[in-house]
C-alpha cells in the first residue's frame, strides 16, 4: 500500500534555529497538508496547498512557517526561527485529485526545540 | 470557524460490548465528516467516513450517523476488542479536500 513517508522521524533543535521537515506524498495525490499535534492533544490544522500554491493557512501558519514543493516529489515545510511551542508532531497528509480517499497521515516528524 | 466537540474524553469498555463516541460540529456548510484512529505514538488513520448526503454508513464493525440537522455524528464500534483500543477522533470539513477541523480526541480502552 502506497505511503506518505516523512524525514527525520525526530529533530532536536535550539530555540532561534531553522527546522526544514520534509515529506514524499504519495506520487498520483495533487493535494498536500501539514498539521501538527502537541503531544497528548488534538490534531491541528497548519497550510494546505494545491497547484504548487498555498489553498488555505491557519492562524497558527505566520511568517515564521513556509511550504514548498521543491520538485516533483518532495513538500517541505520550513519554520524559520523556532520556539519551545512549537515541539509537536509534525504530520504531513495527502489526497489524489478524485477527492473520493481521505487523507493519508505521513508517520510523522517529532520536533522538539529546548 | 469550524468547532468540534466530542464526547467523552475518556471510555472504558469490556472486550465484546459497544462502544459510541459523539461529535457535534458547528459550521453548516461541513458536508465531510472523516473518523481517524491513533495508536500510540503513530500517525492517525481514516477508519470510515460520511458524507452530508448519507445518513448512515457501515464497516464490518464501525458505523457512523450524520444528523446533519442537529449537526451530530456519532461512530459506533460493536463486539469490541483489545485492539481497538486507541485514541478515536472525529473531524469535520466543507469537501474532502478542504481543511479538516478535529474533535478533541476520546481514548478508547477495551478492557480483556
Known amino acids: 500500500e502506497p505511503e506518505v513517508t516523512q524525514t527525520p522521524s525526530h529533530q532536536v533543535t535550539q530555540m532561534g534555529q531553522e527546522v526544514i521537515l520534509r515529506c514524499v506524498p504519495i506520487s498520483n495525490h495533487l493535494y498536500f497538508y501539514w498539521y501538527r499535534q502537541i503531544l497528548g492533544q488534538k490534531v491541528e490544522f497548519l497550510v494546505s496547498?494545491?497547484?504548487?500554491?498555498?489553498?488555505?493557512k491557519s492562524e497558527i501558519f505566520d511568517d515564521q512557517f513556509s511550504v514548498e514543493r521543491p520538485d516533483g516529489s518532495n513538500f517541505t515545510l520550513k519554520i524559520r526561527s523556532t520556539k519551545l511551542e512549537d515541539s509537536a508532531m509534525y504530520f504531513c497528509?495527502?489526497?489524489?485529485?478524485?477527492?473520493?480517499?481521505?487523507?493519508?497521515f505521513g508517520s510523522g516528524t517529532r520536533l522538539t526545540v529546548v | 470557524g469550524e468547532n468540534v466537540e466530542q464526547h467523552p474524553s475518556t471510555l472504558s469498555v469490556q472486550e465484546g460490548d459497544s462502544a459510541v463516541i459523539k461529535c457535534t460540529y458547528s459550521d453548516s456548510a461541513s458536508n465531510y465528516f472523516p473518523w481517524y484512529k491513533q495508536e500510540l505514538g503513530k500517525r492517525p488513520q481514516l477508519i470510515i467516513d460520511?458524507?452530508?448526503?448519507?445518513g448512515e454508513k457501515k464497516d464490518q464493525r464501525i458505523a457512523v450517523t450524520l444528523n446533519k440537522t442537529a449537526k451530530h455524528f456519532s461512530l459506533h464500534i460493536t463486539e469490541t476488542q483489545p485492539e481497538d483500543s486507541a485514541v478515536y477522533f472525529c473531524?469535520?470539513?466543507?469537501?474532502?479536500?478542504?481543511?479538516?477541523?478535529f474533535g478533541p480526541g476520546t481514548s478508547l480502552s477495551v478492557i480483556p
Open positions: 496547498f494545491y497547484n504548487n500554491e498555498i489553498s488555505e
Open positions: 460520511i458524507r452530508s448526503n448519507v
Open positions: 497528509a495527502s489526497i489524489p485529485g478524485t477527492g473520493l480517499i481521505g487523507y493519508t
Open positions: 473531524a469535520a470539513s466543507k469537501t474532502s479536500y478542504d481543511k479538516v477541523i
